[in-house]
């Protein structure tokens, strides 16, 4: 975990900031890219992270993602999730939910201890 990522919310080793246009209703706003959305440049590794070494690199960017930036948002990073999205409590093998957690009785995504 960084200063930047203080709940280790972003993927390790993925600095992905993209600035979004200078005028549009977003404009000033930032978001962050689940690792489930193509971001330019930038492997998507679907929680992951051999899946992403294995494919080949996104030359475009998800529709979602290129909207926000088209509307002034910029991406901030992208964010871990559940190995190809199939959980609901943020625990993975590739990525220690305990290094994430917020409080002991929440987990980085806010669901409690069960």
């Known amino acids: 975990m960084t ?34 959305f193509d971001v330019a440049g930038y492997p998507t590794g679907g929680g992951n992270p051999d899946w992403g070494r294995g494919k080949p690199v996104p030359t475009a960017h998800a529709w979602a993602v290129q909207t926000l930036l088209d509307a002034g948002a910029s991406l901030i990073g992208k964010t871990i999730t559940d190995e190809v999205s199939l959980g609901i409590l ?3 093998a590739h990525f ?19």
Not at 12 to 19: L, R, T
Not at 96 to 114: L, M, T, Y
């Open 90 to 92: 943020g625990d993975s």
């Open 3 to 36: 200063e930047r990522d203080a709940v280790g919310a972003f993927v390790p080793g993925v600095d992905a900031n993209i600035e979004g246009a200078a005028e549009g209703p977003l404009a000033g706003l930032t978001f962050a890219a689940k690792d489930l």
């Open 96 to 114: 220690r939910s305990e290094e994430r957690r917020v409080g002991k009785e929440c987990r980085a995504r806010g669901w409690p201890d069960q």
